[in-house]
């Protein structure tokens, strides 16, 4: 049994920076809830296009969306294959990963009403303690008291390669290592010059570039991290 306090860890960092991967598993080990904030904005985002909120050109109906947001609920599920992402009750896990909602999230994410209202929830997730949360602002806006703050900064070249290497083996050879780059640093300059809660490192968050770890390296790592701040 665990005697250590309970904590939040808040883990932020750029996309395929392999964030929710690490997050995951170490909530995992140590026994903690995990919460995929990028989830949350997925499945509103994915609301929004039900409701035909996204119009043409990709732009958001901000009042509309705004006024609907006292009846999205959002939950989380675990099952066999990890935790699934529940939208009104509904199994959308998948549905969220999709193109469709990944193209149409940015937007959704800079609404001021949408930020608030996930926030909330987020920081209510929280209220017993014991979680790992994985996202761009938790440890700056969401938690700024989490005792955990860990910050991914591996090179874009490096998250490039990596979801390349990951389209290759889904059999897209089409798409080229140049193209997945060009949209990598383009979505984060998005995440980091946005002005509700862009993506930014906490005064006091550990930095992790885990460019050149394995991943049960980088497991280690963050266990050690955890009993450092858990167990003083
Ligand atoms: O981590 P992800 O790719 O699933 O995130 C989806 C989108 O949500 C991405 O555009 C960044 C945004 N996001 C955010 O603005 N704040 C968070 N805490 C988490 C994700």
């Not at 860890?9 to 395929?16: E, K, L, N, V, W």
């Not at 170490?26 to 909120?53: F, K, N, P, Q, W």
Request: with cysteine; hydrophobic share 40%; proline share 3%.
């Amino acid at each position: 049994m665990d005697n250590n306090k309970k904590i939040i860890i808040a883990i932020d960092g750029f996309s395929s920076s392999g964030k929710s991967t690490m997050a995951k598993e170490l909530a995992r080990r140590i026994g903690y809830r995990y919460i995929d904030s990028g989830a949350m904005y997925r499945a509103v985002t994915l609301y929004a296009l039900e409701h035909g909120m996204i119009l043409d050109g990709g732009n958001v109906d901000t009042t509309a969306l705004t006024a609907a947001l006292d009846d999205i609920r959002i939950d989380f599920q675990p099952c066999a294959d990890g935790q699934h992402t529940l939208l009104n009750g509904r199994d959308v896990e998948k549905e969220i990963r999709s193109l469709r909602v990944s193209s149409s999230v940015s937007p959704v994410a800079v609404i001021p009403a949408v930020r608030h209202a996930l926030v909330a929830q987020q920081q209510a997730f929280g209220k017993e303690r014991g979680i790992v949360m994985d996202g761009r602002d938790i440890g700056t806006t969401v938690f700024p008291d989490a005792e955990l703050k860990i910050y991914v900064n591996a090179p874009a070249e490096t998250r490039a390669r990596r979801r390349w290497l990951e389209l290759q083996q889904k059999g897209d050879t089409d798409t080229t290592y140049e193209q997945v780059l060009e949209n990598v640093v383009s979505r984060d300059h998005i995440d980091m010059t946005r002005e509700e809660s862009p993506l930014r490192r906490a005064d006091d968050a550990v930095d992790l570039d885990n460019s050149d770890m394995s991943i049960e390296q980088q497991n280690a790592w963050l266990i050690d991290q955890y009993n450092r701040v858990a167990g003083a």
